[in-house]
């Protein structure tokens, strides 16, 4: 069980991550946002979802007794939710 929960919490922050890593490349758009207002949205809300994973995976760390690879994914999904979150506030 604590297998499988650790295994969609890693899922969830690729797919977010791979979110983030898409629009992060494309550089262009970051300083045309007047245009592109989804964007902004989108990178808003990939933040706020990693911040959220890792909220979640804290509380289930304190919850129950797991092994100390979910600190290191709290602490991951943390720092990626914060630099998400600071993409979006500078845009």
Known sequence: MI??????????IALLGAILCYYQD????LFDLTENRHLGR?????????IGVAICGALIY????LVWTLVTLVAASLIAGLVGLSFA???
Do not use: D, E, H, R
Not at 42 to 49: C, D, H, P, Q, R
Not at 62 to 65: C, E, S
């Open 89 to 91: 506030t500078n845009l």
């Open 3 to 12: 297998q499988i929960a650790i295994i969609v919490f890693l899922i969830i």
């Open 62 to 65: 304190w919850l129950l007794p």
């Open 26 to 29: 494309k550089k262009f758009l």
């Open 42 to 50: 989108l990178m808003y809300f990939s933040g706020i979802a990693l």
